[in-house]
T-cell receptor, first 109, second 116 residues
Framework: GQNIDQPTEMTATEGAIVQINCTYQTSGFNGLFWYQQHAGEAPTFLSYNVLDGLEEKGRFSSFLSRSKGYSYLLLKELQMKDSASYLC??????????WGAGTKLIIKP | GAVVSQHPSWVICKSGTSVKIECRSL??????MFWYRQFPKQSLMLMAT?????????EQGVEKDKFLINHASLTLSTLTVTSAHPEDSSFYIC????????????FGDGTRLSIL
């Protein structure tokens, strides 16, 4: 079956760095996405990885290792507004998007 | 770029009413549009995938006669919840992706549906 695993919840301190991991087992791979979803709102696109390595976008970076079926989202200089759920999603060989359950990130002052 | 507009944002109506939700891609052509439902504190659940000009593909357990999807153009898809009941109350979100490969899905703001 197809499966995406990410921690249910994480807590971090304002100004710190946090890494949210995602592991996947899918039938084929055509890319991995990270989305941010604030409570009561729709998801917003953060990043896309299709090749191994690190993609950096301001305070947010995303890493992919296809051989390990592993990705992480790194958030630096955390701000209170970063409190949200972070969703990992993988496109399989049929270009179907498989969603993880999301990681709820709680930022404390 | 990649703006998706969804409306209405909120709907409150009586049981038995049919409700139509619109999803528009404003600045790109959306080959594929997706409809999701999300209950409080739960994950996104894909309901159906629609391609312009063809019938939608529904996920297992989603009643196609209850959730009517029309994707008549490359910029518009509609979801009609027919004869809605309180258990249909949920947050409905559409997304759209463009024609090129490896395009992310861009989401509308969602529609909060409350059936009394």
């Amino acid at each position: 079956g197809q499966n995406i695993d990410q921690p249910t919840e994480m807590t971090a301190t304002e100004g710190a760095i946090v890494q949210i991991n995602c592991t996947y087992q899918t039938s084929g791979f055509n890319g991995l996405f990270w989305y941010q979803q604030h409570a009561g709102e729709a998801p917003t696109f953060l990043s896309y990885n299709v090749l191994d390595g690190l993609e950096e976008k301001g305070r947010f970076s995303s890493f992919l290792s296809r051989s390990k079926g592993y990705s992480y989202l790194l958030l630096k200089e955390l701000q209170m507004k970063d409190s949200a759920s972070y969703l990992c999603a993988v496109t399989d060989s049929n270009y179907q998007l498989i969603w993880g359950a999301g990681t709820k990130l709680i930022i404390k002052p | 770029g990649a703006v998706v507009s969804q409306h209405p944002s909120w709907v409150i109506c009586k049981s038995g009413t049919s409700v139509k939700i619109e999803c528009r891609s404003l600045d790109f052509q959306a080959t594929t549009m997706f409809w999701y439902r999300q209950f409080p504190k739960q994950s996104l659940m894909l309901m159906a995938t629609s391609n312009e000009g063809s019938k939608a593909t529904y996920e297992q357990g989603v009643e196609k006669d209850k959730f009517l999807i029309n994707h008549a153009s490359l910029t518009l898809s509609t979801l009609t919840v027919t004869s809605a009941h309180p258990e249909d109350s949920s947050f409905y979100i559409c997304s759209a992706s463009g024609t090129a490969e490896h395009q992310p899905q861009h989401f509308g703001d969602g529609t909060r549906l409350s059936i009394l």
